[in-house]
């Protein structure tokens, strides 16, 4: 297999798929993937006095800053489980933090899977879900009970963040934070968008066949 493509960012909005898609794209082309969230989420279990910072910020639903994301992210690009590529989701997300990544080990391509606004409000406030964690959705994934969980016979309620109002803004922050990120890696020849708007399946065969034709 080729070299041409091993480090990849991927980025979309919320309810564009990207866990589905990353999965096939991992497992094609062999690497692992970095979830900044998770990076996070390590860090805040050790109960150092960094993740006690880290978590106030996070507690208060405020961005880590850019200095402290940046060294755990690199930090964790330099481990030997990176070392034939990776997928990274949830960093970059300003310049910033985009050029300490180009000036350190650097990316290939940047995969965008976009969809509208209104198709992610659409998606997203469909879901429903149980106390037990199953994911229910009004339209693509409805429970044959109604308003209860097909699995557990919990009652199914949609998440605060889920609400209209909350994901309009997390979207304007999204549109706000990635813009200039797109326009950076476009310049750079870097930025591939597939139409996340299709079916799961359609979008999932968009990007093995880019991948089976520069990277295989």
């Known amino acids: 297999m080729s070299e041409k493509i091993k480090k990849i960012v991927l980025l979309g ?18 690497i692992p993937m970095i979830a900044a969230s998770q990076v996070l989420r390590r860090v805040v279990a050790k109960n150092t006095s960094l993740s006690k910072k880290i978590k106030e910020k996070m507690d208060q639903g405020l961005l880590v800053p850019d200095d402290q ?28 933090q985009a050029q300490s990544l180009d000036d350190s080990c650097g990316i290939d391509k940047v995969f965008n899977i976009e969809i509208s606004d209104q198709e992610a409000m659409k998606r997203i406030s469909g879901r429903r879900i149980c106390s037990s964690g199953h994911v229910f959705h009004l339209e693509f994934k409805p429970s044959s009970k109604g308003d209860v969980c097909d699995i557990c016979g919990e009652e199914l309620y949609l998440r605060d963040d889920d609400k209209e109002e909350v994901v309009k803004k997390r979207l304007a922050i999204y549109r706000q934070e990635t813009s200039k990120l797109l326009d950076h890696y476009k310049r750079k020849d870097k930025l591939v968008v597939f ?3 299709k079916e799961i399946a359609d979008v999932s065969e ?4 880019y991948l089976k034709e520069h990277a295989g």
Do not use: Y
């Open 195 to 197: 139409d996340g708007q």
């Open 206 to 209: 968009d990007i093995l066949n």
């Open 69 to 96: 994301m940046i060294s755990l992210i690199l930090g964790e690009l330099g481990g030997n489980h990176c070392l034939r590529g990776f997928l990274l989701d949830g960093f970059p997300r300003n310049l910033n």
């Open 13 to 30: 909005p919320q309810a564009s798929g990207k866990s589905t898609q990353a999965k096939g794209i991992i497992d094609f082309l062999d």
